[in-house]
């Protein structure tokens, strides 16, 4: 029973981890913030990235008051690195600088979910198994 207990309690920790993944960005400031443009514009590139519709944390720096559930933003991880490029013009080649409206450094993120107590139904669940299970031993009639 121990074992099956301890194997939840990995799952569940483990599922948990998965938004704190990082990934690899073009962090560019602009007149409404810094934001953060995450979409290569080809593959295998860290230099360039897509501008139109990608905008992935928006300008926030923290969870800011009236954000829902589905609100993110991004955690700075690394200092910025070397010059990055987004938001290509449609015109010359997708891999000179010069074709692109915005330029920045590339940075690496983490993804922070608003707001902080998003899991707590999940734990509620949890903590009410936990407790059936050791109900249902103490009142068991093979008490094992």
Excluded: E, W
């Excluded at 998965?18 to 295998?44: E, H, M, R, W």
């Excluded at 979910?113 to 407790?131: E, M, R, V």
């Amino acid at each position: 029973m121990k074992s099956i207990i301890i194997t939840i309690i990995h799952a569940v920790l483990l599922f948990l981890a998965f938004p704190v993944l990082a990934d690899t960005g073009c962090l560019i400031n602009t007149s409404a913030g810094p934001k953060v443009y995450y979409v290569p514009q080809f593959s295998g590139t860290t230099t360039f990235y897509q501008g139109s519709g990608t905008v992935r944390y928006g300008n926030q720096a923290s969870c800011q008051a009236g954000n829902s559930p589905s609100n993110s933003y991004y955690i700075l991880t690394s200092a910025a690195g070397p010059t990055c490029y987004a938001g290509y013009d449609g015109s010359g080649a997708t891999n000179d600088g010069a074709n692109y409206q915005q330029s920045g450094n590339r940075v690496t993120f983490n993804v922070a979910n608003c707001p902080l107590d998003d899991y707590i139904p999940l734990l509620i669940i949890f903590a009410g198994f936990l407790g059936l299970f050791g109900i249902r031993r103490r009142y068991s009639p093979l008490n094992f």
